[in-house]
């Protein structure tokens, strides 16, 4: 019978796994066979607009060899900007193939998100860093103003010239500060967890299962999802430790209350932690 629990619970696990892994790639959609080098699929420019800016493409690309493409979509249906951008350019085959020398334009207009994607002929000319500066200093304010084609517009002749060597400011919020990578702290504490609960479950050692399980779950409420997880994320953390850490251990009825009541202790435990928490966060705002 627990070997059969087991089983399931590996498969909704790979399951549910596979989605979040799958997702992005299930959500890109290709927007359809590129008509010239300016294909607004969202509309939101005019013909006369999208004529002047292809012609201004058209030249630039006559004279440098270096191809821009300007695409607006109307969503990203899911799917994440750099995804997206990545995808369609290399489907799309931007640029010379010998050269890598394209640039892909992307703008999804109800997400309100941007991106230049640039070939690897072209990244030491145009940095992400600068690419980061004309999106956020010339098309975001222009955008907000619904000046859709002064945006883009402005945004291709700084791509230009930043790919015939003229200068480009840097955005200093697009380089590395020295802050927390989450993306990076939230896989390595997810090994950890595995790591410990697979130490934890050989040792059947059922009172560290439950104290560590607590520390995971105020870590994981505080740092992750603020005070609303400080409330769900302590239970969430001990629940799939001591889930974690069971498999590993052999089924007695003694480890096995132990390890129940270890959970319910840590629930407990951080149930506490988490009114004190929020007593002291009211009481910072209303004293």
Not at 85 to 107: H, P, Q, S, T
Not at 137 to 152: D, H, N, T
Request: glycine share 10%; proline share 3%.
């Amino acid at each position: 019978m627990s070997n059969k629990i087991k089983i399931t619970k590996s498969k909704i696990f790979v399951i549910i796994l596979s989605f979040f892994v799958m997702a992005p790639a299930l959500a890109y959609y290709n927007p359809g066979k590129p008509a010239g080098l300016v294909n607004d699929y969202a509309g939101m420019m005019s013909e006369s607009e999208k004529q002047s800016l292809e012609t201004k493409l058209v030249n630039f690309e006559s004279q440098t060899s270096n191809e821009i493409a300007v695409v607006t979509i109307p969503s990203l249906d899911g799917d994440t900007i750099e995804n997206f951008a990545v995808r369609l350019f290399e489907e799309w085959k931007i640029g010379k193939a010998k050269n890598d020398n394209g640039i892909l334009l992307l703008i999804a207009k109800e997400d309100r998100q941007m991106r230049i994607e640039v070939g690897y002929g072209l990244e030491g000319a145009l940095t992400d860093a600068q690419s980061f500066w004309i999106i956020d200093g010339i098309m975001k304010p222009a955008f907000r103003q619904e000046k859709y084609y002064e945006g883009i517009d402005q945004a291709v002749d700084k791509i230009m010239a930043a790919t015939q060597g003229e200068y480009i400011p840097e955005s200093q919020a697009s380089k590395p500060s020295g802050g927390f990578d989450w993306e990076t702290i939230f896989w390595l504490g997810l090994f950890v967890v595995i790591w410990l609960a697979s130490i934890l479950g050989r040792s059947k050692s059922w009172w560290a299962g439950g104290v560590i399980g607590a520390i995971i779950g105020v870590i994981f409420g505080v740092g992750v999802f603020g005070l609303i997880g400080v409330l769900i994320g302590p239970a969430l953390g001990v629940f799939l430790f001591d889930l974690l850490s069971r498999r590993e251990i052999k089924k007695s009825s003694k480890v096995a209350t132990y390890t129940f009541f270890s959970t319910v202790a840590g629930i407990v435990i951080n149930l506490v932690l988490a009114v004190l928490m929020i007593g002291i966060f009211v009481g910072a705002i209303f004293v």
